[in-house]
């Protein structure tokens, strides 16, 4: 462990884009999830519509996210 503090030095550990964004709910005129939940497509049962910070670095808590497709059950 002490091997890997001397390699990052002073790294402090930030959120990832996912958790950045992760108190984000999904907004009214996301017209493609909308659609896709109204004909329950595999496209939304077997995906996750789900925000991202888009910036870089990453902010501690972002505002303004992205929203993506993602497979059910990652991180």
């Known amino acids: 462990m002490s091997d890997n503090k001397a ?3 002073d790294y402090e ?6 958790a950045s964004a992760a108190h984000n709910k ?3 005129d996301a017209w ?3 659609i896709r939940k109204s ?3 595999a496209a939304y049962n077997g995906l996750d519509y ?3 910070c888009s910036t870089m670095p990453v ?3 972002c505002e303004d996210p992205k929203f993506m497709w993602k497979k059910k059950g990652t991180k």
Not at 13 to 18: A, M, N, Q, S, V
Request: hydrophobic share 30%.
């Open 7 to 9: 390699l990052l030095g």
């Open 13 to 18: 550990e930030k959120p990832d884009i996912w």
């Open 26 to 28: 999904i907004p009214d």
């Open 32 to 34: 493609e999830y909308q």
């Open 39 to 41: 004909l329950n497509d």
């Open 50 to 52: 789900v925000p991202y």
């Open 59 to 61: 902010q501690e808590h």
